[in-house]
């Protein structure tokens, strides 16, 4: 590839010496001697670097300099001057000058910041490349995956961007529904509307209505003006029910009528309200059995099941892990702070290796200490919760021997259970305390305790 150099220097000689000397380097060159000259080439060619003067008649190098960089953000610039000075360079420098050099230069000088510019660019263009292929093959819609499952979701979601159908989104604790959920949303023809989220379990009954229907003034105690419920909200947009197993029986009743007459009306209130929403649920039970034992109506459960997703637990999508942990660092803004930019292989063996009955937001916990311990560039180990409630390596003495004769999803279930009796005994039953240390919130806790027949009073 042959790049392309502009030259702005008001000194008709040094700009003959700069272009005879990138001419014989096999350089495409062009010459000017101020600024609006090399606006009006900037806006008709494309330049791999400009080398500007510092002092020129009108518009300084500084000045012309940040308007480049504002411009044309791959443009590298390198300043030159005969007026050598430290604050010279810092204010070019911040400016946005990729360096900076004093006149006389000698031509190995000029070469060298030149050849050293350019290769930064090409390294920072192939790593863009890179990671655009990378995008392209392994990631939808800010999800990454190289699982052959995960992909079949991705066609899934792509397929449902015309249409408004309703979605049944499951998975453990962790999997990221709510991700998969905003993907529906906003590769679909609503996300010019609102993505309205409600955690169903984190309210009782009663308030869980006004939550979703909204209230006129007056209808009860408290209720002192008019408010817009989460379904009125929606409208235009997506409604997205997460722990929908958590909705009573009697609420499910209720909701029925949104579901097939998109109408509601408001706590208090007399008045039909119509709505047009994509409605979004999301468990992590089975909902069937919920219907075979009378925990959930079955019309309610057939009005929700239209577009059913299965997200895979993390442990089912291991390659997955080095992909998701790269993400997760580039998303961290204190890896981004401290330049940590990869896991070592002797960490991402730990993490692949691990059952992760949290899934990626265990995952997420795990990289995000890592980072607050890492001092290098690398994050070179990971500290991995326990089944005793500690954090490090998991022993594996006779116990846990035994347990590898278990399938992986009762064992997970078992440490699981062991984890979360520990750190209720640790803490004497505190929901928040014991909540806070295992990084979920206090719904889930609840839910996770009921499923493993736990009761905070036998830790107290």
């Not at 979701?153 to 249409?163: C, G, V, Y």
């Not at 990626?360 to 980072?371: H, K, P, Q, S």
Request: charged share 30%; proline share 3%.
């Amino acid at each position: 590839m042959i790049h392309r150099i502009l030259v702005v220097d008001d000194d008709l000689l040094i700009c003959k010496q700069l272009e005879d000397l990138y001419r014989d380097r096999n350089y495409e060159v062009d010459t000017c001697g101020g600024a609006d000259a090399a606006m009006a080439l900037l806006e008709e060619f494309e330049y791999a670097l400009a080398v500007v003067d510092l002092k020129m008649p009108g518009t300084d190098g500084i000045s012309l300099t940040k308007e480049i960089r504002e411009r044309w953000l791959d443009l590298d610039v390198i300043i030159v001057t005969g007026y050598a000075s430290i604050k010279g360079a810092v204010e070019a420098i911040r400016h946005g000058a990729s360096d900076y050099i004093t006149k006389p230069f000698e031509r190995e000088e000029i070469l060298l910041a030149t050849e050293k510019v350019l290769e930064k660019r090409r390294l920072l263009d192939e790593i863009s490349y890179l990671r655009d292929q990378l995008s392209d093959r392994y990631s939808f819609a800010n999800m990454v995956s190289r699982n052959r499952v995960m992909h079949d979701i991705f066609e899934t979601i792509q397929s449902l961007a015309q249409n408004d159908a309703t979605v049944l989104i499951s998975g453990e604790s962790g999997t990221g529904k709510e991700l998969v959920a905003r993907a529906v949303h906003f590769q679909g023809r609503r996300r010019g509307g609102r993505f309205v989220a409600i955690n169903c379990a984190a309210f009782p009954d009663s308030l869980l209505e006004s939550e979703l229907f909204g209230f006129e003034r007056g209808a009860f105690t408290g209720a002192v003006h008019d408010r817009v419920g989460k379904i009125e909200a929606s409208s235009g947009g997506t409604l997205f029910l997460d722990e929908v197993e958590s909705i009573s029986l009697p609420m499910q009743l209720k909701l029925l009528r949104v579901l097939e007459q998109r109408e509601i009306e408001k706590l208090g209130g007399n008045k039909v309200i119509s709505v047009n929403m994509r409605i979004i649920t999301a468990t992590n039970r089975d909902l069937e059995s919920m219907v075979a034992s009378g925990e959930m109506r079955e019309d309610f459960f057939y009005r929700i099941n239209v577009v059913p997703i299965k997200l895979p637990p993390l442990r089912d999508r291991v390659e997955d892990i080095p992909l998701l942990a790269g993400e997760m660092l580039r998303n961290n803004t204190m890896a981004r702070e401290n330049n940590v930019t990869r896991v070592s292989n002797k960490a991402l063996q730990q993490l692949m290796g691990y059952p992760w009955p949290g899934n990626i937001r265990e995952l997420g916990n795990v990289i995000e200490r890592a980072v607050l311990k890492t001092t290098g560039t690398v994050v070179r180990d990971v500290d991995l919760p326990n089944p005793s409630g500690g954090v490090g390596p998991t022993a594996v003495g006779p116990a846990a021997k035994r347990d590898l004769e278990l399938p992986l999803k009762e064992y997970v279930k078992r440490a699981e259970r062991d984890y979360l009796a520990a750190l209720l005994k640790r803490h004497q039953g505190g929901i928040s305390a014991s909540a806070g240390h295992a990084m979920i919130d206090a719904a889930t806790l609840h839910r996770k305790m009921k499923s493993h027949g736990l009761k905070r009073e036998d830790f107290r």
